[in-house]
């Protein structure tokens, strides 16, 4: 069974990259986070200056998934907005 985790950028600055946007190629979080025994991150460039990894990871406290976006806050041709589906938080074409 996978757990899935939705990180914002808190991870970003957590893991000390340089610039924004960017994400590690792996995770080494520090303790209390269990200790990773394997990762197979997937990585893709989505736009200029927005970047999507899906992070599986084999833990001590066994399998977790983790998903990250990492937008560069400087571009001006990048923002960040909520939107709801069918002005409802569920839609019809869920699975």
């Known amino acids: 069974m996978k757990i899935g985790i939705s990180l914002a950028l808190a991870l970003v600055s957590v893991t000390?990259?340089?610039?924004?946007?960017?994400?590690?190629?792996?995770?080494n979080p520090p303790?209390?986070?269990?200790?990773?025994?394997?990762?197979?991150?997937?990585?893709?460039v989505i736009a200029p200056g927005v970047?999507?990894?899906?992070?599986?990871?084999?833990?001590?406290?066994?399998p977790?998934?983790?998903?990250?976006?990492?937008?560069?806050?400087?571009r001006t041709d990048v923002s960040v907005q909520s939107v709801l589906s069918a002005d409802a938080?569920?839609?019809n074409g869920e699975t």
């Open 16 to 27: 000390g990259i340089a610039r924004a946007g960017e994400l590690p190629a792996h995770l």
């Open 51 to 62: 970047t999507s990894a899906e992070y599986d990871l084999v833990t001590e406290a066994g």
């Open 31 to 44: 303790a209390p986070f269990p200790r990773v025994l394997a990762q197979a991150p997937t990585i893709e």
């Open 89 to 91: 938080l569920t839609s």
């Open 64 to 74: 977790l998934v983790a998903y990250v976006v990492a937008v560069a806050p400087n």
